[in-house]
């Protein structure tokens, strides 16, 4: 049974730092490349970061683009998610991802086989 838990969500006030990680078990973890979408209420899930299996190769939403970083351990089996200098507009619930494709496109969420449960980030201004 595949399993991603994400941790590390919670309330911060704006211009804040937090991170999250994602613990995956389950699943052949270096065979997977991972991301993070979120969805804040009232709009659509959206792509936020992602990781090649190898961690050679980083992508960003535009919206967080310097101020959120990717990076994972595959010894660990966890991917984490470093946010600086977080906006109001970043609330939302934010969601550790899975695909076992290398050709199919990190922006898309159709492409990921594999969802956490989310946790929730607020952000206060």
């Known amino acids: 049974q595949v399993q991603l838990v994400e941790s590390g969500g919670g309330l911060v006030q704006a211009g804040g730092s937090l991170r999250l990680s994602c613990a995956a078990s389950g699943l052949p973890f270096s065979n997977y490349d991972m991301g993070w979408f979120r969805q804040a209420p009232g709009k659509e899930r959206e792509f936020v970061a992602g990781i090649r299996r190898s961690g050679s190769i980083t992508l960003y939403a535009d919206s967080v683009k310097g101020r959120f970083t990717i990076s994972r351990d595959n010894a660990k089996k966890t991917v984490y998610l470093q946010m600086n200098s977080l906006r109001f507009e970043d609330t939302a619930v934010y969601y550790c991802?899975?695909?076992?494709?290398?050709?199919?496109?990190?922006?898309?969420?159709?492409?990921?086989?594999?969802w956490g449960q989310g946790t929730q980030i607020t952000v206060s201004s």
């Open positions: 991802v899975a695909k076992e494709s290398r050709t199919t496109s990190y922006y898309d969420s159709r492409s990921y086989n594999y």
